[in-house]
């Protein structure tokens, strides 16, 4: 099994900046795949940025490059989500998850295995 806890999130103004961490414990060898994903109220939840196990690849949903950046640190088993240019639209429960793939960045949820409890991020206008 694997935990994920993710950390970081509140209520900033738009424009702001928030960083968003999620650390990762037990079966890591598990976790090659990390990626973020966010829930809005009343819709489905949608992948944010994915990054692969070296850090080589990474994608992002059109909404948010540019502003947001992936990065992991495998020797602290944490991966991060540095948020800029914050807008109310951003608004969202955030969750890290980790899957198995090789060498991917994926998009799909299919591909990832472990789910953290979310942290909430609130933009204000």
């Known amino acids: 099994q694997v935990q994920l806890v993710e950390s970081g999130g509140g209520l900033v103004q738009a424009g702001g900046s928030l960083r968003l961490s999620c650390v990762a414990s037990g079966r890591t060898f598990s976790t090659n795949t990390m990626g973020w994903f966010r829930q809005a109220p009343g819709k489905e939840r949608e992948f944010v940025a994915a990054i692969s196990w070296r850090g080589g690849r990474t994608d992002y949903v059109d909404s948010v490059k540019g502003r947001f950046t992936i990065s992991r640190d495998n020797a602290k088993n944490t991966v991060w989500l540095q948020m800029n240019s914050l807008k109310p639209e951003d608004t969202a429960v955030y969750y890290c998850?980790?899957?198995?793939?090789?060498?991917?960045?994926?998009?799909?949820?299919?591909?990832?295995?472990?789910w953290g409890q979310g942290t909430q991020v609130t933009v204000s206008s």
């Open positions: 998850a980790a899957g198995p793939l090789l060498g991917g960045a994926p998009a799909a949820e299919r591909y990832y295995d472990y």
